[in-house]
């Protein structure tokens, strides 16, 4: 997917200025939040849980290359295709080769975040092949020529009315206003897709290597669909998917379902071993997995390494006061919120995402929530680190942090400037005891909010003046 | 016991009664109070910018400054924090200084924490009287622990109320530089908090944080509250307003 | 060298050089081989009471007969009552029923497009979600489950497990080699994709009926 994340503060100000995604936010977040918090209290354990899938995480990153191999055998020996990308460009243009040697007209799709990094559906598109997205969010946004602004909800930007509309032009039918009848009305349109698909392609939650298994993880059915029907599955996964055993599975699930939409289990969990057996009454005759590395083992290998553990729930983005009010599209690639600030500017380069990081107050909601303890502030504070290395901030912000250093460093200096600040402070504020108007980074503060006044004199100098007085 | 009171840059600088608030606090507690008087600034804002180099600087010279005490007390969470649950990352490719920080951290105490688990404080001397709601601080809440803390310490007070807000845990919106690069959103996010605690009708909104203090209470008055009091919780055990400067 | 060969070798160069983290230790083989159990929350009670309780909280509905000839009785008192059509698909197991004193229409097949409703046994169920779980082969139509508008599951009481791990152990033990697909199933379809709105009947059934056999 294109990275527009250079333009976060422009599209971030314009956001909080839109009303109506505002209302969405406010209704996703009461919704996400309060029900994650509901059914998260039902776990007696719940921290004990957390721990395990941390550390099961950990464990398998550092064993990654023998689960995968594990994996990738299984999976064989069970009649899976297994196929292995360095590129966006190259898992593109293997599922099209598999489309093509399959004769494949058109393609039904269950949500795949992997997917809209490389952009597969635009590319498959290009190549004259027809692709459907099922999952009701990602229907919507692919009617509406956009980019998810969510990895769980992708439509979550989007009001029942901003989908009514659409409905109404795109299936060429009446209005509908209620929630219950346009959900409805695109099972209707898109059930005949689902009986005529040549070919499905889904995303992969996991790949389990003890029995060469991937798994998806629905509400909806799209997902059983799309590994059922069609003739030819593929799902697209990265490295990272891969965890060890069926019973590590259901410990995530213990996390992952509570941790997106407060959800003691998803409704569909789909693991598929192979495609269709001879036994079998149906399934697709032809099941392939594509494994991506693009950026994985590099971070892998960085101190950003914890970020690998993610499994995709989301809980850090709803959880987030920046992105609670500003949303998904701001931070301009596929992964918003903070899991988004560490993995745009680790998969995509520093430069193309230099405000993702900064645009934090590192409050770590987002890091007590997460079901695998992964330490958002601290990547997100790693990655600032490495944009002073690099030179990427600016030379107002390295210059004041000079400033201060020197004057800080210098116990002497420092009280003298800070005797000048306190006093000068008090006296541009008057008597209202504010300022309201400042200059040079003053002037970002006092654009939004007043500056309450120093109060004349600084705490050292009263304490150390007091001992004086009482020394006599 | 002595302690080593760290006043914390912005306490010094903008709201001294913080400093004589705490000071007056651990005495009264019977502590012997040592103020290292070339203490500046814990490091904080260099190492949250991503300079290290600057922020080892600064937190080598509070190792240093702090290393004859047996207990150091912090009025803020987020300078707490900073030393307590920082300065051991900050020191990790300094072998020599990860010792010292490791000492320094086991005898760092956030101001309410030091009061409520280490000198048993329950009774003070204060005129405060009136309704108040308590902002938990993003830092101390999340990277100290401090949430019954303070509101033990209010309880004790036999003229003032506790009303919580509702999302009284959820961030202010301050994070030091980000209020002032991501102005707008940081801004929202503040308007948000001052809806949540206007909607208690508390006659004061407590904390312990003065980042969190300056930016709440810069929004409230910009949006015309000059009614709810935005005050320190030393200062409301010691009756401080928050205006002195003796 | 391949695609897979580059990133193997990237796999095992991170591992190396990367602050690896592994409180959990031990080999891929042994782990792989043993699949230890992490922290299950606590799941006292009687699981039979847990799996009707779940059900329930899935917005599946749930009867309960004693033996396996009672079913198209119980089906039938659950369409009349929802007010469904008599007629239903249903896996080979349940053909032998006696459907037409019911007044029930069935047809022993997979389903297709324009079935109402559809019969499938299960594996087993998990007490700890409310979940049925489904597995294809042979006389296991993964269809019949999935297109009606309409599920109704029959599920034996000895064959409802306390959690997931539990449903792991016993097929590992009793199947060996998983199936092409395991499907857990717990209640009927459903998305909040419109204004976090709930809405049952998304792609797949709208309702879901658990019938608990005693044996």
């Known amino acids: 997917m294109e990275i527009t994340s250079q333009d976060f503060k422009a599209v971030s100000s314009a956001k909080l200025k839109d009303e109506k995604l505002q209302k969405a936010l406010f209704q996703a977040k009461d919704g996400f939040v309060v029900s994650r918090a509901k059914v998260v209290k039902e776990l007696d354990n719940f921290e004990a849980i957390r721990q395990a899938a941390s550390d099961v995480r950990d464990h398998c990153l550092a064993h990654l290359d023998e689960y995968l191999e594990a994996w990738e055998s299984r999976a064989q020996a069970a009649g899976t295709i297994v196929h292995w990308a360095e590129s966006y460009e190259e898992l ?149 998917k891969c965890i060890p055993t069926l019973d590590d599975f259901a410990l995530m699930m213990r996390l992952l379902p509570r941790s997106a939409t407060g959800q003691v289990i998803s409704n569909y969990v789909s693991m598929t071993t192979g495609p269709k057996r001879n036994e079998d009454l149906d399934g697709p005759g032809e099941f392939h997995v594509i494994i991506l590395d693009v950026g994985r083992t590099r971070v892998l290998g960085s101190e950003l390494r914890e970020a690998l553990r993610c499994i995709r729930c989301g809980a850090c983005m709803n959880h987030c006061p920046v992105y609670q009010n500003v949303g998904g599209h701001a931070y301009g690639w596929v992964y918003p919120g ?135 | 016991m002595r302690v080593g009171l760290f006043v914390t840059c912005l306490a010094d600088v903008m709201r001294p009664s913080i400093g004589l608030s705490t000071l007056d606090l651990l005495e009264r507690a019977g502590c012997e109070v040592i103020f290292p008087e070339n203490q500046t600034c814990c490091g904080q804002p260099a190492y949250n910018a991503g300079d290290r180099a600057t922020a080892q600087k600064l937190a080598r010279k509070v190792v240093s400054e702090f290393a004859d005490v047996d207990y150091v007390v912090i009025p803020s969470g987020s300078c707490g924090g900073m030393i307590k649950a920082h300065f051991e990352d900050l020191f990790s490719d300094l072998p020599e200084y990860k010792n010292k920080a490791q000492w320094l951290s086991a005898r760092t105490y956030e101001l309410t924490d030091f009061l409520v688990n280490v000198v ?127 | 060298m391949s695609a897979r060969e580059n990133i193997l070798a990237r796999i095992r160069s991170a591992n190396k050089t990367g602050k690896v983290s592994d409180v959990i230790g031990g080999s891929a083989a042994d782990r792989l081989t043993s699949s230890p159990i992490s922290p299950i929350p606590d799941l006292t009670g009687n699981v039979t009471d847990r799996f009707k309780q779940r059900c329930e909280d899935a917005a599946s509905t749930l009867d309960e007969v004693h033996q396996m000839e009672d079913v198209p009785k119980a089906v039938s008192r659950y369409l009349t009552e929802k007010e469904l059509p008599m007629s239903l698909v249903c896996w080979p197991e349940f053909k032998n029923l006696s459907w037409s004193e019911s007044n029930i229409q069935f047809e022993s097949r997979g389903a297709i497009g324009d079935d109402k409703v559809g019969l499938t046994g299960s594996y087993c169920a998990v007490a700890e979600t409310g979940t049925l779980v489904l597995l294809s082969g042979q006389d296991h139509h993964a269809t019949t489950s999935l297109l009606p508008e309409t599920h109704i599951a029959v599920v034996r009481r000895d064959r409802i497990l306390k959690t997931m791990e539990e449903a792991w152990q016993l097929m590992r033990s009793e199947v060996g080699l998983l199936p092409r697909q395991v499907a857990f199933i717990s209640g009927p379809s459903r998305t909040a994709d419109i204004e976090m709105t709930l809405v049952y009947g998304a792609h797949g059934p709208f309702r879901v009926h658990v019938i608990l056999v005693d044996q």
């Open chain 2, 120 to 246: 048993n404080a329950d009774s003070f001397n204060t005129s405060f009287q009136g309704t108040v709601t308590y902002h938990d601080s993003c830092a101390g809440l999340r990277e100290l622990g401090i949430k019954d803390q303070p509101r033990k310490l209010l309880r004790t007070l036999p003229h003032v109320e506790l009303k919580e807000m509702s999302g009284a845990e959820q961030c202010c919106g301050f994070g030091g530089t980000f209020s002032v690069k991501y102005g707008d959103i940081s801004s929202r996010i503040v308007d948000l908090k001052c809806d949540d605690l206007e909607s208690t009708e508390a006659d004061a909104v407590v904390l312990g944080d003065l980042g969190c203090m300056l930016n709440i209470e810069g929004k409230l008055r910009r949006r015309g509250n000059h009614k709810t009091k935005v005050l320190h919780i030393a200062e409301v055990l010691t009756g401080r307003n928050g205006e002195e400067a003796e």
């Open chain 1, 92 to 240: 593109n243009a293997i599922v099209v080769k598999i489309a093509q040697d399959n004769r494949v007209k058109k393609i039904i799709k269950s949500k795949s975040m992997v997917g809209e990094e490389t952009g597969l559906n635009e590319y498959v598109e290009g190549h004259g092949i027809e692709v459907k997205e099922t999952d009701l969010g990602e229907y919507i946004i692919q009617q509406a020529g956009e980019h998810p602004s969510h990895i769980i909800a992708p439509a979550t930007h989007k009001s029942k009315e901003d989908v009514s509309e659409l409905f109404a032009k795109k299936h060429d039918r009446p209005r509908l206003e209620d929630a219950e009848k346009l959900t409805h009305e695109a099972r209707e349109i898109l059930r005949p897709h689902f009986l005529d698909a040549d070919m499905g392609i889904t995303g992969a939650n996991f790949m389990i290597a003890e029995t060469g298994s991937t798994v998806i993880v629905t509400n909806e059915g799209n997902g059983r669909m799309t590994t059922t029907m069609p003739r030819v599955h593929v799902a697209i996964s990265s490295i990272e």
């Open chain 1, 338 to 472: 903070p899991i988004g600030s560490v993995l745009t500017p680790a998969y995509n380069g520093l430069e193309n995402a230099i405000d993702l990081p900064n645009a934090a107050t590192l409050c770590n909601q987002c890091g007590v929530v997460c079901p695998v303890k992964i330490p958002l502030p601290d990547l997100m504070r790693k990655l600032r680190e490495k944009q002073y290395e690099k030179n990427l901030k600016s030379k107002t912000e390295k210059w004041s942090l000079k400033v201060w250093a020197y004057v800080a460093t210098r116990p002497k200096i420092y009280s003298m400037v800070t005797r000048v600040m306190a006093r000068a402070g008090k006296i541009v504020g008057g008597n209202s005891g504010r300022i309201r108007k400042m200059i040079f980074a003053g002037q970002d503060w006092t654009k939004h909010r007043d500056l309450p006044t120093p109060r004349g004199r600084t705490f050292r100098d009263i304490y150390l003046n007091s001992k004086k007085i009482n020394k006599g």
